[in-house]
């Protein structure tokens, strides 16, 4: 599975960005998708997750409300819709694929990544 994330990009914040992770080699089904993000000098965190093909979706408490997590099968294709940005949301976001149905918060559970994408959130 090789993934390929885009969407990021320089934002003020209030503002909103779809992120994107496409697959290819292989669909998204039957596979849980997460997203993560990073800044410098601190740990992976989990952002949100997509499990069960979609029917169970987890979100940190800091995007809770303001981030959605979907997936188009079909397209092959995760999203990460982020509205209400703020500067604290800047970080390289990443997406990843588990080899199972049950997403978890837990990077290293996390089997294939995609390169990340920077979003830079301007106060």
């Known amino acids: 599975v090789q993934l390929q994330a885009s969407g990021g990009g320089l934002v003020q914040a209030g503002d909103s960005l779809r992120l994107s992770c496409a697959s290819s080699?292989?669909?998204?089904?039957?596979?849980?998708v997460g997203w993560f993000r990073q800044t410098p000098g601190k740990e992976r965190e989990f952002v949100a997750s997509?499990?069960?093909?979609?029917?169970?979706?987890t979100y940190a408490d800091s995007v809770k409300g303001r981030f959605t997590i979907s997936r188009d099968n079909a397209k092959n294709t995760v999203y990460l819709q982020m509205s209400s940005l703020t500067p604290e949301d800047t970080a390289v976001y990443s997406c990843?694929?588990?080899?199972?149905?049950?997403?978890?918060?837990?990077?290293?559970?996390?089997?294939?990544w995609g390169q990340g994408t920077l979003v830079t959130v301007s106060s």
């Open positions: 990843a694929v588990k080899r199972t149905m049950d997403a978890t918060r837990w990077f290293k559970d996390y089997d294939y």
């Open positions: 997509d499990g069960y093909n979609g029917r169970v979706t």
């Open positions: 080699g292989r669909t998204f089904s039957g596979y849980a």
